[in-house]
């Protein structure tokens, strides 16, 4: 019975300790790129939406909060991987994407 309590109380330990969430850094090349792909596609998205004729004023400036709320996001990203030249054009220009819906809510304001 004594053996049989140990083992137990073992198994119960080594599984509290296999159970127990780790701190593990996740991020790797690939899932940035896959953020950033997703970010680059919703600015396009954005971009195609501001363009309609039909937006009124705080619709136009909506899309200008979220353009830039994901340049930011893609420019994050970016910031993440310094080792990669490819990149900060795609920053760059989702912050002129950013800057231009803000001067389109700015112009549909001064009315």
Do not use: F, Y
Not at 12 to 38: E, N, P, Q, S
Not at 61 to 87: F, I
């Amino acid at each position: 019975m004594r053996a049989t309590g140990s083992w137990l109380a073992i198994l119960v330990v080594g599984i509290g300790l296999a159970g127990c969430a780790k701190h593990v850094d996740t991020r790797v090349a690939g899932d940035d790129d896959a953020a950033i792909d997703g970010a680059t596609a919703r600015l396009e998205e954005l971009r195609a939406r501001e363009q309609q004729d039909d937006l009124d004023c705080t619709e136009q400036c909506d899309l200008s909060a979220k353009t830039c709320a994901t340049a930011e996001q893609l420019c994050g990203l970016v910031e993440r991987n310094p080792d990669r030249d490819d990149l900060p054009p795609r920053c760059a220009n989702a912050r002129e994407q950013c800057a231009g819906a803000g001067d389109g809510c700015a112009r549909c304001q001064a009315g």
